[in-house]
């Protein structure tokens, strides 16, 4: 994977940038702060962008290719559309990455440095600035465990679908009648 600082002309957002929502949350002033504190990766298939159990404080944003987010190795997910945001729950609790995310192909993404902003930016100097990453991370989080709520949803109908099928399909076995006690014929002893 090879790193780069990412430079752009000020003002201009460059146009692969432009369908990102995350990019539309600053003003243009705030949106060149974060351009400029950015780096862009260039990944080769199997280059880690995020190991599970780091800590870093980047947010990732997808510009060509696709990715493959696992846990434990095992893949859960991918990430392939332009624009795409990971690795934005770093923002709110500083605690160790859940999953992996791993180029599947070569691919381009974009590393906005959120620490690095913050230290630019300070809560209580600049609220506006804050509020408006937040408000991005909020909406992000939310469409993300919607869609995730919604696959839940349509898993547990297959399930559902799938246990009644196996129950219907199911060969009833001939129930066996108890065997008939047979009487214990034995000789009587007479007691003297």
Do not use: W
Request: aromatic share 6%.
């Amino acid at each position: 994977m090879k790193e780069y600082a990412y430079i752009h002309e000020e003002g201009l957002l460059p146009a692969p940038l432009t369908s990102v929502p995350f990019l539309n949350s600053f003003s243009e002033d705030q949106l060149d702060e974060v351009l400029n504190s950015s780096s862009l990766l260039q990944c080769d298939a199997g280059d880690t962008i995020i190991r599970e159990g780091s800590i870093d404080s980047r947010i990732y944003i997808l510009l060509s290719g696709e990715l493959e987010v696992r846990v434990g190795g095992k893949k859960v997910a991918a990430i392939s559309r332009v624009g795409d945001v990971f690795g934005e729950l770093a923002l709110v609790n500083h605690d160790k990455r859940a999953a992996s995310v791993i180029a599947g192909g070569r691919a381009l993404c974009l590393a906005v440095d959120q620490k690095f902003l913050q230290d630019m930016h300070p809560r209580e100097q600049d609220p506006a600035f804050h509020a408006a990453l937040f408000e991005f991370v909020a909406r992000l989080v939310a469409k993300k465990l919607d869609a995730t709520s919604r696959r839940l949803a349509e898993v547990e109908k297959e399930l559902r679908a799938l246990k009644e099928s196996q129950a219907t399909e199911a060969p009833a076995s001939p129930r066996r009648r108890p065997a008939a006690k047979k009487p214990v014929r034995g000789k009587r002893r007479a007691l003297a």
